[in-house]
T-cell receptor
């Protein structure tokens, strides 16, 4: 099956810093989503981005499908950005998501 | 829309007891997915439905697990008998038909199951 690798596994940021999270996948995909799992365990949709670039406030994402990677940018990080960021891909016609292991982000004041 | 609704939010039960988790997908979504999250295995897909019909249950760990979707607005995941290794957070998610230019899945808040 497809391999989804996220890096780095852990990230500690000072409030206000910028960062880039990476997701590599081993095969072509129909869909790619980024999620934020907050400290209360909720999975929040950030981006649905099978290709191209999208922005939402301080967050943006870019997927280069031909090179099999996606990047999530966090700018001017805030303590509320803490949590785990997951990349998940779909390779079949049914929409099954295959998750990466996540990047644990801690933003300190 | 209220989003995907799951109940209960927390469940503590003793080994050997039956556990039933419930999910109400977003109205108009044709796909429903059940996932399990553990520290050891991360997020893994258990089973999914299309128009109330189970499509793939290959992720269900063993026969103690069963899932049903009697109608478009309700699904259950049942564990009988439960074991301590079933302790995890169980998520339900739903999405529209892939052909409608979107596979985007939306997740419920999860049910945290503890089996003692």
């Amino acid at each position: 099956g497809i391999q989804v690798e996220q890096s780095p596994p852990d990230l500690i940021l000072q409030e206000g810093a910028n960062s880039t999270l990476r997701c590599n996948f081993s095969d072509s995909v129909n869909n790619l989503q980024w999620f934020h799992q907050n400290p209360w365990g909720q999975l929040i949709n950030l981006f649905y981005i099978p290709s191209g670039t999208k922005q939402n406030g301080r967050l943006s994402a870019t997927t280069v499908a031909t090179e099999r990677y996606s990047l999530l940018y966090i700018s001017s990080s805030q303590t509320t950005d803490s949590g785990v960021y997951f990349c998940a891909v779909v390779t079949d016609s049914w929409g099954k998501l295959q998750f990466g292991a996540g990047t644990q982000v801690v933003v300190t004041p | 829309d209220a989003g995907v609704i799951q109940s209960p939010r927390h469940e503590v039960t003793e080994m050997g007891q039956e556990v039933t988790l419930r999910c109400k997908p977003i109205s108009g979504h044709d796909y429903l997915f059940w996932y399990r999250q553990t520290m050891m295995r991360g997020l893994e897909l258990l089973i999914y439905f299309n128009n109330n019909v189970p499509i793939d249950d290959s992720g269900m760990p063993e026969d103690r697990f069963s899932a049903k979707m009697p109608n478009a607005s309700f699904s259950t995941l049942k564990i009988q008998p439960s074991e301590p290794r079933d302790s995890a957070v169980y998520f339900c998610a739903s999405s529209r038909l892939p052909g409608q230019n979107s596979y985007e899945q939306y997740f419920g808040p999860g049910t945290r199951l503890t089996v003692t």
